[in-house]
Structure formats: C-alpha cells, structure tokens
C-alpha cells in the first residue's frame, strides 16, 4: 500500500509475478479496500504466497531485490522491475534500458519479522511454503 519509505507490505509471490502473470483486473483495480481484498485472496491462493502476518519470507531487506514489486497508490497499481522507476501496471511494460535504474524508493524491511525466526522458505509444487532453516 503506497510507495515510499513508509508503504506498508501486503505479502509476496515466489513465482510468476510478471504484469502479464497477473490477473487483469487485479492490475487495474482503483480502490485501495478492492486491492487490499483482492491482494489477499490472490496470496492466498497460491501455493508459494506469504502474507505478511506471516513474516518476511526474503533474505534481502528490501524489495530493490525482487523481480517485479507492485503498490496501490493514487487510485492505480503501480510496477516497478528491480527497483526500477515505477509504471502503471494496467499499461504495457516499458523498456528497461530507458528507465533509471534503483530508482524507486522502496521499504528497508530489516526490521520486520522474517518468516519462521528468520528462515527463508522453499516452494514444492502443489504444497504451501515451508520454512527453511
């Protein structure tokens, strides 16, 4: 929810988390109350979703590590790719070499609980992700 320092992690997806992985209608969502609900059913129903009750399930501390990151801000989803500048996710994927590169600002999440004591988590398929120690 939101972008910046102070966005507040929803939870995350190990695979497939390309806009074109997305369902269509979750990237074009304009109600933060649709996407907060719409978010959490989508996690949930996965077998490699973590929300983020569950802890943070990443060994790095911020999402400048993650392939594909998305938030709900000013009444649209956003993508962002690596950290790179961000873009409306319900419009096509712009070319990365034409974006600047770590530019969005993202959430130091060190602080927050990792999953299972600080585990990472591994994903079997058709099975809900497993700490790892």
Known sequence: MGRGLGAEWLGSIAWDGLPTGL???LRAIDKE???????????????DG?????????????????????AFDRGHVWAC???S????????EPDHTTLKRKAAI???MSLVPKLESGSIFIVEQ??????RP
């Open 23 to 25: 369902p269509p209608d």
């Open 126 to 131: 058709g099975v809900k992700p497993k700490p």
């Open 81 to 83: 790719c690596y950290g």
């Open 50 to 70: 973590v929300l983020a009750d569950a802890g943070w399930p990443w060994t790095w501390d911020t999402s400048h590590g993650t392939k594909y990151t998305y």
């Open 33 to 47: 109350d649709d996407w907060r609900e719409e978010v959490t059913l989508f996690i949930e129903g996965r077998d």
């Open 85 to 92: 500048s961000w873009w409306r996710a319900d419009r096509d």
């Open 106 to 108: 993202l959430p130091d």
